[in-house]
């Protein structure tokens, strides 16, 4: 399986910083030690070219954020210090969820270890995020298969309200996100399917509400691939999710969405998302479930024979 990842996605951040940049380092050597490393085929990403953001985002927001034109309110909206590392860190992000879409259409799974940048809009960035990179994916895919449809399934603990908001008209993609009810951020962009969960919901009732929304998904919707947010954020242990899950649920929660596509023969693309706990190796383990489960549906690939 195809696993998509840069230096580049791990940059300087000042001291105390809140956002857990090491995460992806880590997590790009636990794979590379673990017991499926063999099965792991390491790319470099391509960095996503202006042509394919500009489909997305607005243009003069891109040159600006290239120049490091970017207000300081706008600074403070994404809330880390704008660099040019930053800007290439976001634009390789991009174009390893573009590439891990393009891998899974042929492979049957494919993983970028960053992504999942789902507060970006179309010209600001937000809460971490700079550029969407599955809004940016879904037009790089239609624009090779005008026909294609494509479910976005966000389970990162925050709502994704920039892909809500720009895929809205984009009827060829459909939205699905379940999250905290009370979290970030505080206006919620109503997508195609939004299940909100109040604080403290456990792994019972987080893995109900999936399987009801999948259901759902089912009768409105039939796509021919996923994005799967794979978010780490609805952990017990994260210092920012609100929800109680544990390991053993997430890994449920990810059985569930491979199954889910298994059942509708849905080559899917997988990013990272969030994920804020405190000891950075519990965001790791939990990503490493998801590459995992991943990596065990692209073994049980399906030929896909419409692309």
Known sequence: MKVFYSERFSISLPANHTFPMSKYRRLGERLKRSDVAGKLTFREPHEATWDELHRVHDRDYLQRLEAGRLTGKEVRRIGLPWSPELVARAKHSAGA????CRASIVEGAAVNLGGGTHHAHADFGQGYCLL?????ACKALQADHPSLKVLILD???HQG????ALMRSNEAVF?????????????????????????????ENYLKALTGGLLQVQRRFKADMMIYLAGADPFSGDRFGRLALSKDGLAERDKKVFD???EHRLPVAVTMAGGYAPDIEDIVDIHVQTVAAALAHCDNRHSNRKY
């Open 260 to 262: 889910f596509c298994r």
């Open 97 to 100: 969820t573009i590439d891990a």
């Open 132 to 136: 969407n990179d599955s809004a940016v």
């Open 155 to 157: 389970c990162d603990v």
């Open 175 to 203: 939205t699905f996100s379940i999250h905290g009810e009370n979290n970030f951020p505080h206006k919620k962009e109503p997508g195609d399917l939004d299940i909100a969960l109040p604080d403290n919901t456990d792994d």
């Open 161 to 164: 309200n920039g892909t809500a």
